[in-house]
Nanobody
């Protein structure tokens, strides 16, 4: 497993932007796919975006395509989520996750390491 620490959440008005970061330690970061999930109150955790080990493949939740961009810097053991044109429905706790393998998956069961989460609140 890997230790993950998120940062960058906060309160923003609709239409605004935030950049989340996820710092990793404990295993070779570049060997594994990474993902962002979110969980809103009363809802199940959902996949938001993911990136393969070499950034060659990215997946996005349909509702965030064109607004969110996932990236990673393997030299810095850090993953990012740039969130633009934020909407109130994006309000949730966002979790960074490390996959079990190098390939990318949208399923939470394929991730074995989780951060503590960072709150993102978008006001209307």
């Amino acid at each position: 497993q890997v230790q993950l620490v998120e940062s960058g959440g906060g309160l923003v008005q609709a239409g605004g932007s935030l950049r989340l970061s996820c710092a990793a330690s404990g295993r070779v970061f570049s060997n594994y796919a990474m993902g962002w999930f979110r969980q809103a109150p009363g809802k199940e955790r959902e996949f938001v975006a993911g990136v393969s080990w070499n950034s060659g493949t990215t997946y996005y939740l349909d509702s965030v395509k064109g607004r969110f961009t996932i990236s990673r810097d393997n030299a810095k053991n850090t993953m990012y989520l740039q969130m633009n044109s934020l909407k109130p429905e994006d309000t949730a706790v966002y979790y960074c996750a490390g996959a079990r393998f190098y390939w990318l998956s949208r399923s939470a069961s394929e991730y074995d390491s989780w951060g503590q989460g960072t709150q993102v609140t978008v006001s209307s």
